[in-house]
T-cell receptor, first 111, second 115 residues
Framework: EDQVTQSPEALRLQEGESSSLNCSYT??????LFWYRQDPGKGPEFLFTLYSAGEEKEKERLKATLTKKESFLHITAPKPEDSATYLCAVQVRTSGSRLTFGEGTQLTVNP | GAVVSQHPSRVICKSGTSVKIECRSL??????MFWYRQFPKQSLMLMATSNEGSKATYEQGVEKDKFLINHASLTLSTLTVTSAHPEDSSFYICSARDRVIETQYFGPGTRLLVL
């Protein structure tokens, strides 16, 4: 069975304190790994797609990396507006275009 | 680009009535749309996958006669919650898959409260 596990469940950082969120996966043939950001009461906002081990994507203070077993979302010098829940999802070759989501990491950045 | 809208954003209805939620991809065509349900402090739970012009595929445990899905065009899918009950109260989110870049973009969600 395909599994996606995110850690930690919650993370509190001070503004400017860099850190990383983890998404480990066990799937039968990865087609793509997706990162989304979700603010309370809103739908997820697309951040990145990663397709193969070694791939990296960057956007402002965020950088996503991918290995054969996990993905990291690195946050450099975060700001309070980066506070949100970050969701990781995988698309598996045998499941068409369906996404399997992790439980998310709730990030709080204090000023 | 890649904007998905949902309407209404919030709805309150009486038990036993039906509620329709619309999901539109505004600037791209989506042959596939998805409907999710999200409970507080939890991740998204996929309810069904709808393909334009064909019947929706429901996830295990989701009643297809209760949650009617129609995907009539490449930009519009609707979810109708029939004979709603308080336990159907939840946050419903749709997504649309851009068939060119194969990425799912999500709508803002619909908060349903059944009294």
């Amino acid at each position: 069975e395909d599994q996606v596990t995110q850690s930690p469940e919650a993370l509190r950082l001070q503004e400017g304190e860099s850190s990383s969120l983890n998404c480990s996966y066990t799937v039968s043939g990865l087609r793509g790994l997706f990162w989304y950001r979700q603010d309370p009461g809103k739908g997820p906002e697309f951040l990145f797609t990663l397709y193969s081990a070694g791939e990296e994507k960057e956007k402002e203070r965020l950088k996503a990396t991918l290995t054969k077993k996990e993905s990291f979302l690195h946050i450099t010098a975060p700001k309070p507006e980066d506070s949100a829940t970050y969701l990781c999802a995988v698309q598996v070759r045998t499941s068409g275009s369906r996404l399997t989501f992790g439980e998310g990491t709730q990030l709080t950045v204090n000023p | 680009g890649a904007v998905v809208s949902q309407h209404p954003s919030r709805v309150i209805c009486k038990s036993g009535t039906s509620v329709k939620i619309e999901c539109r991809s505004l600037d791209f065509q989506a042959t596939t749309m998805f409907w999710y349900r999200q409970f507080p402090k939890q991740s998204l739970m996929l309810m069904a996958t709808s393909n334009e012009g064909s019947k929706a595929t429901y996830e295990q445990g989701v009643e297809k006669d209760k949650f009617l899905i129609n995907h009539a065009s490449l930009t519009l899918s609707t979810l109708t919650v029939t004979s709603a009950h308080p336990e159907d109260s939840s946050f419903y989110i749709c997504s649309a898959r851009d068939r060119v870049i194969e990425t799912q973009y999500f709508g803002p969600g619909t908060r349903l409260l059944v009294l």
